[in-house]
Every structure is written in structure tokens, then in C-alpha cells.
């Protein structure tokens, strides 16, 4: 069983008690008159993740699930809110600029409560959570491929491995460095992201 159930306590004593919030230079609300919804990439009891368009530009639309702050982990360092979690991950990111390097998606946007009735059908998964649901809109990769046996170079992996301790270095841990989280993308240079 998670930490969910068994012993979660709340933010007193942990390593966010002091945290004011996100960066509110990346919080956005969406307008909704402007996304059109191209395709649902992933769906997961935590969250969807579809590919839109925004404002014309293609996109990434990850939104989580909100039924309540499960808390924190009794080794008062994780934070067991997925959306929080990584909104702040990308927010760090972002400020230090990993975004902009190329090492991981750019991130452009998150919002922190939205009315699921305004992307119907889209978001109907959402409209019996208890609290309305939070995204993060960031860049839509076009065709990555997942690094395996066929897509592996030395090059490619020894670029992963700096790219994990540049996240690092920005106090972000990435626990979940395994090779079929590692993307390789063909645009104007190759990423690995």
C-alpha cells in the first residue's frame, strides 16, 4: 500500500513547511476558446495527458486528477501530490533554465484549477473528483523514439546522463531514470530528453 494510507502526514516538518507556492511567473489560465484537442496520448488514474493545440501551436495538456492533498511521506522529503510534484519540478526547471536547453520538455504553463465542463467532452474523466483538476501545458514532442537496444549510442546515453545531473543540480531528483523514460528526438539536432 502507498503512504496514502498507511502514515502520511502533512506539510509541519517536512522540507516544503516554509514553501510559499509556485512560480507564479509561469502560472496561466487557460483559455479554453483556444485549445483544440488533437488526440489523447495516455490516460492513468493519476492523469490524461492529450496533445492540443494552443493559441495555433502544438502542445502538451498533462491534467491531473484532484480528490484531495494526500500529503507528504513519513520521510518528510516526498510529496505524495503528483500535480505538485511536478508543477514545481518544471517551475525549478524552468528558472534554471533546463527547459530551455533542450534536456526536457519546455514547459510553458500550469493552472491550478479547472472547470472540467469547460472541455467537455474532453475532461468528463474529471468531473467527479472532489476539487477541480490542475495541468501543466508543455512542448509536444513530434515522433521520439524510446531509447532501447535498437536506438541506443554511446553518445546518446552519455548525453541522458549529463542531462539527469544538470535536473539534479537544480534540486530536482528524477527517480525514474530508466532507459524507456529517455526520448530521443530527431528535430534541427538531435535530443535526448
Given at each position: 500500500m502507498s503512504d496514502t494510507f498507511f502514515g502520511s502526514i502533512g506539510k509541519e516538518g517536512t522540507i516544503?513547511?516554509?514553501?510559499?507556492?509556485?512560480?507564479?511567473n509561469f502560472k496561466l489560465n487557460i483559455n479554453f476558446v483556444k485549445i483544440e484537442f488533437e488526440e489523447t496520448l495516455n490516460i492513468s488514474e493519476v492523469s490524461s495527458i492529450f496533445h492540443v493545440n494552443?493559441?495555433?501551436?502544438?502542445?502538451?495538456?498533462?491534467?491531473?486528477?484532484?480528490?484531495?492533498d494526500p500529503g507528504y511521506a513519513r520521510d518528510r522529503i516526498r510529496d505524495l501530490d503528483c500535480s505538485c510534484c511536478e508543477i514545481r519540478a518544471y517551475c525549478r526547471l524552468k528558472w534554471f533554465k533546463i527547459c530551455d536547453s533542450g534536456a526536457v520538455p519546455n514547459f510553458y504553463d500550469f493552472m491550478l484549477a479547472i472547470n472540467p465542463a469547460n472541455c467537455a467532452p474532453y475532461l468528463d474523466a474529471f468531473q467527479h473528483d472532489t476539487d477541480f483538476p490542475c495541468a501543466i501545458l508543455i512542448e509536444y514532442l513530434l515522433n521520439p523514439l524510446i531509447m532501447n537496444c535498437i536506438t541506443y549510442t554511446t553518445e546518446c546515453m552519455q548525453k541522458a546522463v549529463?542531462?539527469?545531473q544538470q535536473i539534479h543540480l537544480t534540486l530536482v531528483e528524477h527517480n525514474d531514470?530508466?532507459?524507456?523514460?529517455?526520448?530521443?528526438?530527431?528535430?534541427?539536432?538531435?535530443?535526448?530528453?
Amino acid at each position: 500500500m502507498s503512504d496514502t494510507f498507511f502514515g502520511s502526514i502533512g506539510k509541519e516538518g517536512t522540507i516544503y513547511c516554509d514553501e510559499a507556492g509556485f512560480d507564479d511567473n509561469f502560472k496561466l489560465n487557460i483559455n479554453f476558446v483556444k485549445i483544440e484537442f488533437e488526440e489523447t496520448l495516455n490516460i492513468s488514474e493519476v492523469s490524461s495527458i492529450f496533445h492540443v493545440n494552443y493559441c495555433g501551436k502544438p502542445r502538451v495538456l498533462k491534467v491531473f486528477h484532484n480528490n484531495g492533498d494526500p500529503g507528504y511521506a513519513r520521510d518528510r522529503i516526498r510529496d505524495l501530490d503528483c500535480s505538485c510534484c511536478e508543477i514545481r519540478a518544471y517551475c525549478r526547471l524552468k528558472w534554471f533554465k533546463i527547459c530551455d536547453s533542450g534536456a526536457v520538455p519546455n514547459f510553458y504553463d500550469f493552472m491550478l484549477a479547472i472547470n472540467p465542463a469547460n472541455c467537455a467532452p474532453y475532461l468528463d474523466a474529471f468531473q467527479h473528483d472532489t476539487d477541480f483538476p490542475c495541468a501543466i501545458l508543455i512542448e509536444y514532442l513530434l515522433n521520439p523514439l524510446i531509447m532501447n537496444c535498437i536506438t541506443y549510442t554511446t553518445e546518446c546515453m552519455q548525453k541522458a546522463v549529463i542531462d539527469i545531473q544538470q535536473i539534479h543540480l537544480t534540486l530536482v531528483e528524477h527517480n525514474d531514470s530508466y532507459s524507456k523514460n529517455i526520448l530521443i528526438v530527431s528535430d534541427d539536432q538531435e535530443r535526448v530528453i
